[in-house]
């Protein structure tokens, strides 16, 4: 897989499937037991990796070290110098809105507001990659909309940005690329869209206040009805069925409240990728 | 960046944290005050000077009274003299008013009266002084003058010389090499398990992880080792300060002859035994997956510390014992026992070095070999890793 610069991309897999292992490959903590780590086509050592930036999966911080001391200590460990590593570390506490906690130890914190504090310490250097392992986990919405904003900002400025989860209804906003591992191989990955385009799925679901109970979603060519929910009958569309001819039909037997046209989800491909389709 | 630099920011870090806790400030003012009360208590309650006894007297030669005081003087003990009538001696004596009754003649037996017993140093006085009375009398019935015969009867000042093999061993510097073995024990006992608790407490918070991005694992250990040691060196300057102060300004303590020397190669040992100490706590504290756990890990650690402190202590009552000198060489036990054989004069100076040297050259590969066992540990996440697995050239795979 590759993460290529200004992209959001998501590593996805099922929970044991190699998230964590592949990010602490990439810093050094564990060694691969087969392949490699580049980047700008080097092998990834020390010195590349200090202008990477690393959020583990929760904590990553020390409780008891305040948050601003903290920031600075990061940095300075990144190669800053002080002046700059306090000037980056307040930039960023303001940014990201915990300002007025800069001299509370890490622990007095919310838990969204570690959050954000760990983000800054993986950014407080600038780093030229951030890596960040499940950093939605555990947030509200209003949380996880603020984080997400900060990391899509951070790939529109030119850095590669690659985050695991295994949230997929969080990943689909946010990344354009995808990459979905299982017991440590790669299934799938590409531009989400694309991805989405070749499965070459399309479902059409329409809720339709029926007259008089005919049956006019049966004996359609390249029509499946893959089940009846609450917001109405879903259809599987062949490719190469048109979609305005299906609604026709339906418009035919009754009134049609609503209707959409949608591309498989983000957790359908998956889904698929790793072998475990919902199976309808 | 360099090594240095990398290790540098580590080591401030951990003054700097350490220092801010509230733990710290109380430890350092218990360790201050304690010094402190150590050397002024003994200075308020003072010597009891020598013990005291009340002799009564019936009887016996004229010079008798003064004879007990001198006797008793020459062994430490004030003897206060009543000149009583024997019926009234022995009746003090039974009800225990006085220590002891003499009943003596110019001759022939002494009658000595107690309630029940009487201590051997008394029983010695009052021989001593009712034979030293008697040949007064006689020497001054025979002419000689009272001057002369004071001179003859009084109890000479003994000077002691010693001559055999242990003979220049002194109580008050093998003191000084209990006290700086037994700080040194604390000392390293304490800041390796603050290292070793420190490490468990990145691992459990993966904020090794993040460190190990921008640091190798031995700047790490290093940093972190040099840091905890600088904060409990300056804790006990801060505590030893005041009191040293305190004891010159009291004239408190007879500062021993070796002290000086003890205490400055205690500091040495200090700096030897924590490099070692320190980065085998590091290691074993990478080990642990939670940090509660971190006693039970580092436990044969403090075994070996107590073992190097109570080998010391024993080695206190025969420095020329056969197994002092190869025990002491021993990386995990020369930073207590070498003290205590400095302090009491008992080893050479070349022997000393060789120590040093060897419980250098012991650090510098466990620093190494501690290094490789924290990035296995902390690369472990799961309840615990064993220092086997760690010790394996393949570090941990982690689960995701």
């Known amino acids: ?245 299906v609604l026709d039909a339906a418009r035919g037997a009754g009134r049609v409240r609503d209707f959409a046209l949608e591309q498989p989800t983000l957790a359908e491909l998956f889904l698929e990728a790793v072998g475990r389709g919902r199976g309808r | 960046m360099s090594r240095w630099r990398g290790a540098g920011l580590v080591a401030g870090r951990e003054i700097r944290e350490r220092v801010r806790t509230r733990t710290f400030r109380v430890t350092t003012l218990v360790l201050v005050l304690a010094a402190l009360a150590g050397v002024i208590i003994p200075a308020l309650v003072g010597d009891d000077g020598p013990s005291r006894s009340t002799v009564a007297v019936a009887g016996g030669p004229a010079p008798l009274p003064e004879a007990l005081r001198a006797a008793g003087a020459a062994q430490d003990r004030t003897i206060d003299v009543r000149r009583l009538g024997e019926a009234e001696a022995v009746r003090q004596a039974a009800s225990g008013e006085v220590d002891a009754a003499v009943v003596a003649g110019p001759t022939g037996p002494v009658r000595v009266v107690v309630e029940d017993d009487i201590p051997d140093d008394l029983r010695g006085i009052i021989a001593q002084a009712v034979a030293g009375a008697r040949v007064g009398d006689a020497l001054a019935r025979s002419g000689l003058p009272p001057r002369e015969v004071a001179e003859v009867v009084a109890p000479p000042d003994l000077e002691v010389q010693a001559r055999g093999a242990r003979a220049d061993v002194d109580g008050g510097d093998l003191a000084v090499g209990f006290i700086v073995s037994l700080v040194l024990y604390l000392a390293l006992l304490f800041s390796g398990i603050i290292v070793a608790t420190g490490v468990a407490e990145e691992k459990s918070t993966r904020v090794s992880e993040v460190l190990l991005a921008s640091l190798r694992p031995s700047e790490l250990l290093l940093g972190k080792v040099a840091g905890i040691g600088l904060v409990s060196i300056g804790q006990l300057a801060a505590a030893a300060a005041p009191a040293l102060i305190a004891a010159l300004a009291l004239d408190a303590v007879d500062v021993p002859a070796a002290t000086a020397g003890t205490i400055l190669w205690g500091l040495v040992w200090f700096f030897a035994g924590y490099a070692l100490y320190g980065a085998a706590y590091g290691a074993l504290g990478a080990l642990v997956g939670r940090q509660q756990e971190v006693g039970q890990a580092t436990a044969p650690l403090g075994l070996l510390l107590v073992c190097g402190y109570l080998a010391s202590t024993f080695s206190a009552g025969d420095l020329e014992a056969w197994w002092v000198r ?49 990035r296995a540990g902390i690369t472990g996440t799961g309840p615990r890793t064993h220092l086997r697995e760690a010790l394996l050239a393949t570090p941990r795979r982690a689960s995701s």
Not at chain 1, 210 to 233: C, I, K, T
Not at chain 2, 342 to 368: P, R
């Open chain 1, 1 to 245: 897989m590759s993460v290529p610069p200004g992209q959001v991309v998501g590593l996805l897999g099922p929970n044991g499937s190699g998230k964590t292992t592949a990010m602490r490959i990439v810093f050094g903590v564990i060694d691969a037991d087969r392949g490699e780590v580049r980047y700008r086509g080097r092998p990834v050592g020390p010195e590349v990796r200090r202008r990477f930036g690393y959020m583990p999966e929760e904590r990553g911080l020390y409780p008891d070290m305040r948050v601003r001391d903290q920031l600075v200590y990061f940095a300075r460990l990144a190669g800053l110098g002080r002046e700059r590593a306090g000037r980056r570390a307040d930039a960023l506490l303001e940014r990201l809105g915990v300002a007025e906690r800069a001299d509370e130890p890490v622990q007095a914190l919310s838990l969204g507001n570690q959050q954000r504090v760990q983000l800054a310490a993986a950014l407080v250097h600038e780093p030229e990659a951030l890596v960040l392992d499940e950093p939605f986990s555990g947030l509200d919405p209003v949380a996880v909309e603020a984080l997400s904003e900060i990391v899509s900002e951070a790939a529109r400025e030119g850095r590669l940005v690659l985050f695991s989860s295994h949230q997929l209804d969080l990943v689909e906003g946010l990344c354009e690329s995808v990459a979905v591992i299982d017991h440590g191989h790669l299934v799938m990955s590409g531009r989400v869209a694309d991805l989405k385009e070749a499965s070459g799925r399309r479902e059409l679901r329409v809720d339709l206040e029926a007259v008089n109970g005919v049956p006019w979603d049966r004996g359609m060519e390249g029509v499946r009805v893959v089940g009846s929910e609450a917001d109405g009958v879903r259809l599987a569309l062949d490719p190469g069925v048109d979609a305005l001819a």
């Open chain 2, 326 to 374: 190869p025990l002491s060489l021993l990386p995990p036990f020369a930073p207590m026992m070498m003290p205590m054989r400095i302090a009491g004069d008992a080893v050479s100076t070349g022997e000393v070095l060789a120590a040093l040297a060897l419980t250098l050259v012991a650090a510098a590969g466990l620093i190494a070999l501690g290094a490789r066992v924290y």
